[in-house]
Nanobody, 126 residues
Framework: EVQLVESGGGLVQAGGSLTLSCVASGFTFDDYVIGWFRQAPGKEREGVSSISPSDGSTYYSESESMKGRFTISSDNAKNTVYLQMKNLKPGDTAVYYC?????????????????WGQGTQVTVSS
């Protein structure tokens, strides 16, 4: 059974940092692309970043609101993908999800991801 479990969310003040973790199980980690997405109340789900654990290549959203503040990485020995977030802003408040897809393409089209975690809440206070 494919499982993705996120952790690391919480309440942080503006300007602070958080690192989210996504632990994957039930599939061969290197065969999938792992992406991070977020969804704020009343808004559409948006892509943040994705990574191909097989070669470490990454892809980031071109949204100006996120540029330069988020870093994705993976620890293949632990089947874990991380999302480091710095200089957090109230606009980053959302539920953050990790997801896996099988094509091997790096992208952030959420409708093409096959498996999803339950999400972890990130709240940034002003």
């Amino acid at each position: 059974e494919v499982q993705l479990v996120e952790s690391g969310g919480g309440l942080v003040q503006a300007g602070g940092s958080l690192t989210l973790s996504c632990v994957a199980s039930g599939f061969t980690f290197d065969d999938y692309v792992i992406g991070w997405f977020r969804q704020a109340p009343g808004k559409e789900r948006e892509g943040v970043s994705s990574i191909s654990p097989s070669d470490g290549s990454t892809y980031y959203s071109e949204s100006e609101s996120m540029k330069g503040r988020f870093t994705i990485s993976s620890d293949n020995a632990k089947n874990t993908v991380y999302l480091q977030m710095k200089n957090l802003k109230p606009g980053d408040t959302a539920v953050y999800y990790c997801a896996a897809e099988t094509t091997g393409w790096l992208h952030l089209m959420h409708w093409r991801y096959d498996y999803w975690g339950q999400g972890t809440q990130v709240t940034v206070s002003s």
